[in-house]
Antibody
């Protein structure tokens, strides 16, 4: 079964750090880029960061630059989000999501331009 | 940054009725890059439509997407009880950052 399962959320004081994890199963993680998306209580979805399939490229939303670090360990089928200098406004459910596009063994792009698999989220309260 | 504006904010309808949700972008985006998601309370979003009109695997054909340029639409032809939820549009990769609309809630009238 294809799934993503987040963990690591909790209650933390402003200025402190937290590391979120996202465990993947049911598919070959190493061919997909992965995203973090957050949702403040009662609000909409907000993209946080993306990491390429091999970890060589990373991009962040402006609010995350310099404070958050996305990383992955394909050998462990796990995505991470290190969050430092947390602020009250970082309070949200954090979701990991699979990018629907991937390169096949011939280097051709396949899949869909969307986030096709999402986890159930982990709550972070600052 | 591409801003997506969804309307209406809330849609009150009865089961069996047709729902029409709008998503408007502040700049032209590629049709291949517009997606729709459904989210129910306590759950992560679920991909419904990619490429503006392509249903994701397992999505019933009562869901359809259309549009181009700056105006896109998600239509649910006959609402079922499980369709009452919040719906988000998203622009994928036209430019950083990836952005979502603010959502449309479809509620029972």
């Amino acid at each position: 079964q294809v799934q993503l399962v987040e963990s690591g959320g909790g209650v933390v004081q402003p200025g402190r750090s937290l590391r979120l994890s996202c465990a993947a199963s049911g598919f070959t993680l190493s061919i997909y880029a992965l995203h973090w998306v957050r949702q403040a209580p009662g609000k909409g979805l907000e993209w946080v960061a993306v990491i390429s399939n091999d970890g060589s490229e990373k991009f962040y939303a402006d609010f995350a630059k310099g404070r958050f670090t996305i990383s992955r360990d394909n050998s462990k089928n796990t995505l991470y989000l290190q969050m430092n200098s947390l602020r009250v406004e970082d309070t949200a459910v954090y979701y990991c999501a699979r990018d629907g596009l991937y390169s096949d063994k011939n280097g051709y792009l396949n899949g869909v331009e969307a986030f096709d698999i999402w986890g159930q989220g982990t709550m972070v309260t600052v | 940054e591409i801003v997506l504006t969804q309307s209406p904010g809330t849609l009150s309808l009865s089961p069996g009725e047709r729902a029409t949700l709008s998503c408007r972008a502040n700049h032209t985006i590629s049709s291949t890059s517009l997606a729709w998601y459904q989210q129910k309370p306590g759950q992560g979003p679920r991909l419904l439509i990619s490429g503006a009109s392509d249903r994701a695997t397992g999505i019933p054909d009562r869901f359809s997407g259309s549009g181009s340029g700056t105006d896109f639409t998600l239509t649910i032809s006959r609402l079922e009880s499980e369709d009452f939820a919040v719906y988000y549009c998203q622009q994928y990769g036209n430019s950083l950052p990836w952005t979502f609309g603010q959502g449309t809630k479809v509620e029972v009238k």
